[in-house]
């Protein structure tokens, strides 16, 4: 079996920043059990405040800028008018990921230091200054500001971002003027990386991931084979770079049979994957997690699967697929950091 690549080329456009940020807490900081919920729920209020030009505290319905909004295409992106990938579907996935501390604490008192990753999808890198000064004012504002009715009441959960690092590189960006040259990772850099394992690999999955059955009961299901895995990861990588790295595609009538033959392949990869690849040791157990929604008042429910698989078979084909996986996590809620897993 040739490289998934290979018959659909595409992913091959795909490039990866990983981002680090360093925040040195100021004021008494307190996140829920699943950090990535309050930290990206923050982040994207205080980008909407500072880049929307009708300076409104929400986005109305229909918005006649939206699909020229720096929020909007960050956080949550609109369909093109003219693609016919992915029609009648919840949306789009983001080019903007963050990765939240794993450590086990909750409350963070001055001094502390949080470290947290973002990762940007090709189209988003060129963002990563508004990103930065997001951050800044973030922490000139405080997490605990954005939940607060009536006007801002209260102080609380500030922190001072102190470095940027650009990890593909190695390279300190903050403070600096090198906000606007970072390394990437993308297919040729996966190609290599995977040439080291043989045989089998360990995947720890560190944030849940979440697989919903849409047409059936809509809850997370836990992990059954490698064909669900690989099946599921393709689709998002592709998803990520036909709307992200070819936007030159949507105007393109050849790459809309493309995607026809994309649709077809998930389904050999979701058959062909538990032949060639098996799981030898099944480690993973769902989790129950509850965030608190402030769009809906509400909590709702954040539930994967946690925990390790042992994969072993003819991993070849597949293996760069899963390294870029390792940066662009895989399910559903990616953005708050979800479906995040590590090869060992």
């Known amino acids: 079996m040739k490289y998934i690549d290979d018959n659909f080329g595409l992913i091959q456009n795909l490039k990866i920043a990983k981002i680090k940020l360093r925040l040195v807490v100021t004021e008494k900081i307190i996140l829920q059990e699943y950090k990535g919920s309050k930290l990206r729920g923050v982040f994207g209020w205080r980008l909407q405040k500072l880049t929307c030009a009708l300076e409104l505290d929400q986005c109305p319905p229909n ?14 992106p609109l369909l093109p008018q003219n693609t016919k990938f992915l029609k009648g579907g919840s949306g789009i996935p983001a080019p903007v990921l963050l990765e939240p501390p794993l450590n086990p604490d ?31 004012e973030m922490g ?23 470095e940027v690092w650009d990890e593909c590189a190695g390279r300190l960006i903050y403070p600096g003027e090198n906000c ?10 996966a190609l290599k990386d995977s040439q080291i394992y043989n045989g089998s690999v360990k995947l720890n999955f560190l944030t849940p991931v979440r697989f919903i059955d849409k047409k059936k009961s809509k809850k997370p299901r836990p992990l059954t084979g490698f064909g669900q895995f690989i099946s599921s990861l393709y689709w998002r990588l592709l998803s990520l770079s036909y709307f ?13 049979d493309l995607m026809t033959q994309a649709t077809q392949m998930r389904i050999q990869l979701a058959q062909n994957g538990d032949k060639d690849v098996n799981i030898l040791c099944n480690d993973t157990l769902m989790k129950e997690i509850k965030r608190w929604s402030n769009r809906s008042k509400s909590h709702t429910n954040i539930d994967g699967f946690l925990g390790s698989a042992e994969l072993s078979g003819n991993l070849t084909p597949y293996l760069p697929l899963i390294k870029l996986g390792e940066f662009t996590h895989i399910g559903r809620q990616t953005t708050f950091g979800l479906g995040k897993y590590e090869i060992k």
């Not at 409350?107 to 800044?136: A, C, D, H, S």
């Open 106 to 136: 909750n409350v963070f008192y001055p001094g502390y230091v949080i470290n947290l990753q973002l990762i940007l999808i090709r189209m988003g890198i060129k963002y990563l200054p508004e990103l930065i000064n997001t951050f800044i």
């Open 180 to 189: 606007n040259r970072t390394d990437s990772f993308g297919w040729n850099e």
């Open 63 to 76: 918005c006649a800028l939206a699909r020229n909004c720096l929020y909007q295409y960050l956080f949550t």
């Open 244 to 256: 992200h790295s070819n936007p030159w595609a949507f105007n393109d009538p050849r790459f809309h």
């Open 140 to 162: 000139k504002t405080g997490l605990d500001k954005a939940f607060v009715k009536g006007g801002l009441k209260k102080s609380g959960g500030k922190f001072e971002l102190t």
